[in-house]
């Protein structure tokens, strides 16, 4: 398997824009997992699905954000208007369970200007 | 108030040294995950616990539930191992995270 893979690596938009993030979790694996990380709060969990049903939404910061999973290979963060301070590493994660260790994609770099 | 504590912050140790790094919580817990991010950015799981003591090659966790408190260890480090070190805790459908423990091992 490819691992957890996300798309685009990086992103640099403009303040307003909308930014769409993508991620392809490990086949078989029904949990996904989305957070965010800055240098000023580390690393915080925003959303976390199993078999495609959000349970757990309340790291979403607001209104502007977000995420679907509209299949089991397929999930969306969206951020609309994006603003600067939403400038972050986004991490996908997927798990066969919420017992067991996470694999981690490689991370969306995204800027807004 | 953060439901997760990690100490230290910083470490810095010569190759070969024994490592322990420290992460204490407030919550009560399902599960406990301890997580190594390298300098590329990139995050790897290394332990889940929710009891007792893993074991991976080098690297050990613990976790005493009573104490609400978990180390994890490395033997022998080498300077590979530098990277930071991550606590996270889950209760119920909640995650908190630690701040992360940067360490840098010197050949």
């Known amino acids: 398997d490819a691992g957890v893979i996300q798309s685009p690596r990086h992103e640099v938009t403009e303040m307003g824009q909308e930014v769409t993030l993508r991620c392809k979790p490990i086949s078989g694996h029904d949990y996904l997992f989305w957070y965010r990380q800055t240098m000023m709060r580390g690393l915080e969990l925003l959303i976390y699905f199993n078999n495609n049903v959000p349970i757990d939404d309340s790291g979403m910061p607001e209104d502007r954000f977000s995420a679907k999973m509209p299949n089991a290979s397929f999930s969306t963060l969206k951020i609309q208007p994006s603003e600067p301070r939403d400038s972050a590493v986004y991490f996908c994660a997927s798990s066969p369970g919420l017992a067991v260790e996470q694999f981690f994609g490689p991370g969306t770099r995204l800027t807004v200007l | 108030k953060n439901e997760v504590e990690q100490s230290p912050q910083n470490l810095t140790a010569q190759e070969g040294e024994f490592i322990t790094i420290n992460c204490s919580y407030s919550v009560g817990i399902s599960a406990l995950h301890w997580l190594q991010q390298h300098p590329g950015g990139g995050i790897v799981s290394l332990f889940m616990l929710s009891s007792g003591k893993k074991k991976h090659g080098r690297l050990i966790a613990t976790i005493n539930i009573q104490e609400k408190h978990s180390s994890l260890h490395i033997t022998a480090s080498h300077p590979r191992d530098s990277a930071v070190y991550i606590c996270?805790?889950?209760?119920?459908?909640?995650?908190?995270f630690g701040t992360g423990t940067s360490l840098t091992v010197i050949p």
């Open positions: 996270a805790v889950r209760s119920g459908n909640q995650f908190y």
